[in-house]
């Protein structure tokens, strides 16, 4: 197979060799529509605007986004983005999560016990050096040299720039850039709402509209112990949007598969989705069980509940997005076409005809494992805290004895950062939680996979689920940070030699979860990889430079307008008000999830009630651009993401503006509530730059 010489500056969506609609695409920074910016809205952005926007967003953790909002690292994310963290910082005498926290001088700010925010600095094209000598490699042998050459790549990065890398795969394989970080890992919350009104009707108002909603938190990022300087912030305005307005939306969505191949898709409906929506429907009946014995109970597993809750109405949707067959008619067409492209020149035939081929016979292989893969390893099938401590301090033990490029991916140098602030982190660990959750994992376990499964077998040792989760919960030491640096430092021996009982219980199951790990990644993803990269030049041939790749977690920039939309035959406004959420609580009698917090009901009288409160936008947006600013062409903040409406779910997979929105908090309802309801002024006024 040839290998294509074209430089892959974009590549197109799967649906057209146009934007289907003006407003699509979560672009990177470096490859923005300007064209059609100019043409629609009449405004390009500069080169000195770009970098302030790129360098005022923030990356939170594993899955949220924020945003510097004043020169002294103050920064502004949801409250469900901070909530691991505000629930970390509570006690039983001191429950952030439903009674909310500000810090009115620096001092009283609460530092976190772990929190990393990454700023994307640089962006280096690093496609060539990563496939390398990977032209007539099998697939599996071709995924161990690029993550090789990555790693290398990482590591010379690191030591020549101080910053943290990491390389990113765009367009499914086509192309790769390395990203430069500058991360910030002493992070101190400063303010937080009460859960009642950051999370206003809870569940079952989750992903609908009209939506009232207070879902902001303020943290600060700290260097040597003192505020960072921070002189890309995005400035604050104090009017917020108007209808019509043109908005953008610097964050990091999680992950689409708009490239996917149908076949695909049907793998993610019947296989994928169903065991995630399994998982969660049992945790979440366990966690409301553990969380009606007692009111430290529910406190402890609050934030737990809310994550899973919150995943399992997502992926419910999503699921009936794959659903209709419209949406499965439309890839279906769109895939007939690029074949047909194939197919009708000999030497794309030659080049690509097989990708279609090769992934679909994939997919048909990993069904017959892949739940095994899920329940084993994949980290939404956890068993608990103290197990995933356990596991990472064994495989830690083991990897970092290799050389840097034949690791594990999470434990190449460049990551050991990360993976020692997470097993480090003085984050409280409730045993008592984590015990119910280890039993609850063990019998989800033996449910999926059946009871004379080896693995499953291995797992309960001939016990109950009970009685092993109280035997190596009460037999760690890992509560202790002492005790895991120590492990950890200790490298293999002090793992040999470790009397612990979940260090021996993770040593044991390391083996069969190593060895399902190993076999996805030769017959699946190195498989998949191969042929999305191939698919991927054949669209650009069929339609030249283009769009957006995929979201990866990275940075991106994406377009839209204030704009409401018309549902069963009544008009939705864009924007909702205080007067809205007054007027929704009383519907149903201030009775919980519409229960207002005892201060907001005390101070109703000091608020302006036709201030904004909650509205939409028709940018594209996806799980992880939770925290991510709304701002208008002078680069000031109108609002903060917060969610998208039921409608948007099925964006994982196809976008459209018809219906799908996303929701935000409003600029000018933020300060409100800091003056009038939280006596916040002074957070308030730094916000305002005064």
């Known amino acids: 197979m040839r290998q294509s010489t074209i430089v892959l500056s974009g590549i197109v969506m799967l649906l057209t060799n146009t934007l289907a609609h003006a407003d699509e695409g979560m672009w990177p920074l470096n490859h923005l529509p300007t064209q059609t910016l100019q043409k629609k809205y009449g405004f390009t952005p500069d080169e000195a605007w770009l970098k302030h926007v790129q360098r005022a967003s923030v990356r939170v953790g594993e899955g949220g986004s924020a945003s510097f909002v004043s020169p002294d690292g103050l920064l502004m994310t949801n409250h469900h983005v901070a909530s691991d963290v505000i629930a970390d910082l509570s006690d039983e005498k001191h429950d952030y999560i439903k009674d909310g926290f500000y810090a009115p001088t620096r001092d009283k700010e609460l530092k976190c016990p772990h929190l990393e925010l990454d700023v994307l600095m640089e962006i280096e094209p690093v496609t060539d050096r990563v496939n390398a000598g990977t032209e007539k490699m099998s697939p599996a042998d071709a995924l161990a040299a690029r993550k090789k050459a990555k790693a290398e790549i990482e590591k010379e990065a690191k030591e020549r720039t101080g910053l943290q890398p990491q390389v990113v ?10 990203y430069l970080y500058k991360r910030y890992t002493d992070v101190r919350l400063v303010f937080a ?106 406190r402890i597993a609050k934030d737990d509940l809310f994550g899973i809750q919150n995943g399992r109405k997502a992926y419910g949707g999503i699921l009936a997005g794959l659903l209709d067959a419209k949406l499965m008619d439309l890839k279906e067409r769109a895939e007939k076409e690029l074949r047909a492209f194939i197919d009708e020149d000999a030497a794309r035939a030659k080049e690509y005809g097989e990708a279609f081929d090769k992934l679909s016979a994939a997919l048909n292989n990993v069904r017959s494992f892949y739940a095994e893969y899920f329940l084993i390893e994949n980290r939404r099938a956890g068993l608990c805290r103290l197990f995933s401590i356990a596991s990472k301090l064994v495989r830690a033990a083991e990897e970092k004895a290799k050389p840097d490029g034949e690791r594990l991916e999470e434990y190449r140098d460049a990551n050991l950062p990360s993976l020692e602030g997470d097993l480090f982190s003085a984050a409280p660990i409730y045993p008592e939680l984590d015990q119910y959750k280890l039993e609850d994992s063990l019998i989800r376990l033996g449910r999926a996979l059946g009871g004379d499964h080896p693995y499953v077998q291995a797992a309960f040792g001939g016990k109950s689920a009970a009685a092993l989760a109280a035997e190596l919960v009460g037999g760690t030491k890992l509560l202790d940070v002492a005790v895991r640096k120590k492990l950890y430092e200790g490298g293999s021996a002090a793992i040999a030699e470790s009397k612990d009982a979940m260090i021996r219980y993770a040593a044991e199951l390391d083996p069969p979860a190593r060895k399902i790990r190993k076999r996805y990644e030769d017959e699946f993803e190195s498989i998949e990889k191969d042929a999305y990269a191939e698919l991927a030049k054949a669209r650009f041939e069929k339609y030249g430079q283009t769009v957006y790749p995929d979201a990866t977690f990275t940075l991106r920039l994406a377009i839209g307008t204030v704009k409401g939309y018309e549902e069963a035959g009544r008009k939705i406004p864009p924007m909702t008000s205080y007067a809205g959420l007054y007027d929704l609580a009383a519907k149903h009698e201030n009775t919980d999830p519409y229960h207002l917090p005892k201060r907001w009901e005390e101070r109703k009288d000091k608020l302006d009630l036709s201030v904004p409160f909650n509205f939409v936008t ?18 000031e903040v109108v609002g903060i993401v917060f969610d998208g409406n039921i409608h948007g779910l099925i964006w994982d997979f196809q976008f459209s503006d018809e219906l799908g929105r996303a929701v935000g908090v409003h600029s000018q309802a933020i300060i409100e509530a800091l003056r009038k309801v939280y006596d916040a002024g002074a957070l308030a006024d730094e916000i305002l730059g005064k």
């Open 618 to 635: 028709t940018n594209d947006i996806i799980g992880g651009n939770s925290g991510s600013p709304i701002f208008n062409r002078k680069a």
């Open 169 to 178: 795969e765009l367009y499914n394989g086509a192309r790769y850039d390395l």
């Open 193 to 298: 709402p009460e859960s009642e009104i950051a999370f206003f009707g809870g569940d079952p108002e989750n992903f609908e509209y009209p939506r009232f909603n207070l879902d902001v938190s303020f943290l600060r990022a700290y260097e040597d112990g003192k505020p960072a300087k921070t002189p890309d912030y995005l400035k604050w305005s104090a009017t917020g949007p108007k209808d019509g307005e043109l908005t953008f939306i610097s964050g990091h969505p999680g992950r689409t598969q708009r490239l996917y191949t149908v076949d695909h898709l049907r793998f993610l409906r019947d296989v994928h989705i169903p065991l995630i929506l399994n998982a969660y429907n049992q945790r979440e009946v366990a966690l409301m069980l553990f969380s009606q014995r007692s009111a430290e109970q529910k």
